[in-house]
């Protein structure tokens, strides 16, 4: 079984700081999923990373593949609080159609 | 599109009894997920169905869960019979291919608390 480990598991931070959480594993993806879960919905993706190395950006948010692909970044910069939720990472091995997710990291931007 | 519409939103129940939760994927997407959710183990995959037909139980936690695809259009969860320790947001998520680079869509979960 492939594990995703999340960090920081909480972070609370105010209106307009910038911030970076953390998906890591000992396992290679052949793909990684960011996704965005606010209370009583359910997960809703924002990027997929395919290629070791890769950044993507999306507005103020910033992902990044590992070289290695076990590991990914998400930066936010200058967090507001529709920015509020539980944010997990999920990984797909080669040819698996299983998706990984990660615990989260629950994020609270305070106005 | 309506999404991946689950239900029910919320159910209470009794230990012992049956407790059987229903999807809905989005129309032309051929491979269904259930996942359960808890704030201690997080997101875990209980099944997947590839074109209605189950590929995977290995997640499926025991033999008081059972999963149901008849149609493209229709899948159920079943526990007979529920336990306090099977309390947990019951999500379905459906994808349009078979590649593991495609976007899951979820719906918005049924809550089970068993008593």
């Known amino acids: 079984t492939q594990l995703l480990e999340q960090s920081p598991q909480f972070l609370s931070i105010q209106e307009g700081e910038n911030l970076t959480v953390y998906c890591n594993s000992s396992s290679v993806f052949s793909s990684l999923q960011w996704y965005r879960q606010e209370p009583g919905e359910g997960p809703v993706l924002l990027v997929t990373?395919?290629?070791?190395?890769e950044v993507k950006k999306l507005k103020r948010l910033t992902f990044q593949f590992g070289d290695a692909r076990k590991d990914s970044s998400l930066h936010i910069t200058a967090a507001q609080p529709g920015d509020t939720g539980l944010y997990l990472c999920a990984g797909s091995g080669a040819g698996s159609y299983q998706l990984t997710f990660g615990k989260g990291t629950k994020l609270s931007v305070i106005p | 599109d309506a999404g991946v519409i689950q239900s029910p939103r919320h159910e209470v129940t009794e230990m012992g009894q049956e407790v059987t939760l229903r999807c809905k994927p989005i129309?032309?997407?051929?491979?269904l997920f259930w996942y359960r959710q808890t704030m201690m183990r997080g997101l875990e995959l209980l099944i997947y169905f590839n074109n209605n037909v189950p590929i995977d139980d290995s997640g499926m936690p025991e033999d008081r869960f059972s999963a149901k695809m008849p149609n493209a259009s229709f899948s159920t969860l079943k526990i007979q019979p529920s336990e306090p320790r099977d309390s947990a947001v019951y999500f379905c998520?459906?994808?349009?291919?078979?590649?593991?680079?495609?976007?899951?869509?979820f719906g918005e979960g049924s809550r089970l608390t068993v008593l």
């Open positions: 129309s032309g997407h051929n491979s």
């Open positions: 998520a459906s994808r349009y291919r078979v590649a593991n680079t495609g976007e899951l869509f």
């Open positions: 990373v395919v290629t070791g190395g």
